[in-house]
C-alpha cells in the first residue's frame, strides 16, 4: 500500500467505497436502535437528570415493555403500583405504606359503614407477608385462635407474597358464611400454623359500656371522630348509675385519630395537662395539652391486651405519667408513630410516618409498649373473659383500701 503525502486527494478503489458502505450500514443500524432506545439507554446509564436512581426503574420497564416475548407481559399501573409498595415495604415494617384509588375507597366506605364481611383482624402489610396487628374482641378470627402479631404467609394455600395489597385482602374478605385458610408463622412455634376460619358479619367497634357491679366497664375499641362524644356519653351514664370506679377497657383498640385520644385524655385530667409530645424529623416537639374541666374525677383503671396500640398507648400513657389511672393487662403493642395520609391526584394515597409520640414525661414507647402497673394474663384457651374478671376483681379489693 503507497503511502500518500498528507494534505494530497487520496486515490479511491473499490474496497475502499465498500467500507464506506459498510460503515453507513453499521451507522444506520446502532442509530436505529439508539434512537429506539434512546430514552432507557439515556435512563440507565444517567438516570435521567434530576431523578436521581428512579431512572433505572422506568429503563427496566422500557427493556421489559420492548423485548419480553410476551408484548403484555408487565401492566405499567400494576407495575407502579408493586414498585411503590416494594420501596415503601422496607421503610419501617409497613407503616408507611401505599393505597391505589380503589384500596382507599374501600377503607373509606368500611369506616362510614362500619361494617364488612370478613375475618375481624387489622394487619399490616408486606410485600412476603401480613403481621396481625390488630384481632377484634369477638370476632371470627379471634374465636378461630389467630393472635396479635401471627405472620400471615398464604391465604388458602396461595403464597401472600408475590401478591398485591388488594389481592391479599380480597382473599380474607368475602361473603358471610364462607371459610378463608390462612397459615401463619407463629413466634414459638416450629412449624406453620393452618387456621380455617368461617367468614362474619364484622362490626368495626368504637364504644359500648355497662356495670359490672358497682365497677362501671366502659369499652372502647376505635379511635373515630364520634368516639369521644360516644365515650362522654358512656361516662355520664356510668355515674349516673351510681358506679363507684369506671374500668376503661383498651383491649385490641388499634388506635386511630389522634385528636380523638386527645379529647379522651381530657375527660380525665384538669386543665393544662400534657397529653403527649410529637417530635419531627427535626426533633421539633409539638407539645398537646388538656383544654377542659375533668368529666370524671374517680377512680380510673385502664385494661390492656399487646393489642393496644397508637391511640390507645397515647391515653394509656398519658393517664399512667400522671398518676390518674392504674394500668392492667399485659404490655401493650408498642406503636410510638403516627402516619399521615397524603392523596394523590388519581386517588391513591400514601401515609407517611411523620412523627415520632413521647408520652408526657417523654417516654419513647415504640417496639416497647406500656408496661401495666399490675400484670393480668388471660390464660391460653380460656373459654372465659378470665381477664376482666380478674381485672374486677382487683378493683373491687383496691377500692376497699381507699
Known amino acids: 500500500m503507497i503511502n500518500e503525502p498528507f494534505g494530497r486527494e487520496p486515490r479511491r478503489t473499490t474496497r475502499h467505497y465498500l467500507n464506506i458502505i459498510a460503515l453507513l450500514i453499521v451507522v444506520f443500524v446502532a442509530g436505529t436502535f439508539f434512537g429506539a432506545n434512546a430514552r432507557g439507554l439515556t435512563q440507565y446509564f444517567g438516570f435521567q437528570s434530576g431523578t436521581g436512581n428512579f431512572g433505572k426503574v422506568d429503563a427496566i420497564y422500557n427493556y421489559v415493555s420492548d423485548y419480553h416475548v410476551n408484548p403484555e407481559a408487565i401492566d405499567q399501573t400494576q407495575a407502579v403500583d408493586n414498585a411503590i409498595r416494594g420501596m415503601l415495604g422496607m421503610v419501617d415494617g409497613g407503616y408507611t405504606r401505599y393505597e391505589t384509588a380503589e384500596e382507599a375507597a374501600q377503607f373509606n366506605q368500611s369506616a362510614i359503614e362500619g361494617e364488612y364481611a370478613g375475618i375481624g383482624i387489622q394487619s399490616i402489610y408486606t410485600p412476603t407477608e401480613l403481621i396481625v396487628e390488630i384481632v377484634f374482641r369477638g370476632s371470627p378470627a379471634e374465636k378461630a385462635g389467630v393472635k396479635v402479631r401471627d405472620h400471615i404467609i398464604a391465604v388458602d ?87 363507684k370506679a369506671i374500668l376503661l377497657d383498651l383491649r385490641s383498640n388499634p388506635g386511630g385519630l389522634l385528636n380523638a385520644a386527645e379529647s379522651i385524655v381530657d375527660f380525665f385530667l384538669p386543665k393544662g395537662q400534657v397529653i403527649v409530645r410529637q417530635v419531627d424529623r427535626n426533633g421539633t416537639e409539638q407539645v398537646s395539652s388538656t383544654r377542659y374541666d375533668t368529666v370524671y374525677a374517680g377512680p380510673l383503671y385502664v385494661l390492656l391486651n399487646e393489642g393496644s396500640a397508637s391511640a390507645s398507648e397515647v391515653v394509656s400513657g398519658a393517664l399512667q405519667d400522671h398518676d390518674r389511672a392504674t394500668l392492667l393487662g399485659v404490655t401493650s403493642f408498642g406503636k410510638g408513630t403516627v402516619q399521615v395520609p397524603y392523596g394523590l391526584v388519581d386517588g391513591s394515597r ?48 383496691d377500692l376497699t383500701k381507699r
Not at 160 to 170: A, F, P, R
Request: proline content about 6%; charged content about 30%; aromatic content about 4%.
Open 157 to 243: 394455600g396461595e403464597p401472600v407474597k408475590g401478591k398485591t395489597q388488594k389481592e391479599v385482602n380480597s382473599r380474607i374478605r368475602g361473603t358471610e358464611g364462607t371459610e378463608v385458610t390462612l397459615t401463619v408463622l407463629r413466634e414459638g412455634v416450629d412449624e406453620p400454623l393452618r387456621i380455617t376460619i368461617t367468614r362474619g358479619k364484622i362490626k368495626i367497634p368504637v364504644v359500648d359500656w355497662k356495670m359490672e357491679g358497682e365497677i362501671g366497664h366502659l369499652i372502647h375499641t376505635s379511635f373515630t371522630e364520634p368516639s369521644p362524644n360516644q365515650l362522654r356519653a358512656g361516662i355520664e351514664a356510668l355515674k349516673a348509675e351510681g358506679a
Open 350 to 397: 400514601v401515609w407517611i410516618t411523620q412523627y415520632r409520640y413521647l408520652t408526657p414525661d417523654g417516654r419513647d414507647i415504640n417496639a416497647t409498649g406500656l408496661t401495666p402497673d399490675v400484670e393480668i394474663v388471660q390464660p391460653d384457651g380460656a373459654k372465659s373473659d378470665i381477664q376482666l374478671q380478674r381485672a374486677l376483681e382487683y378493683i373491687e379489693n
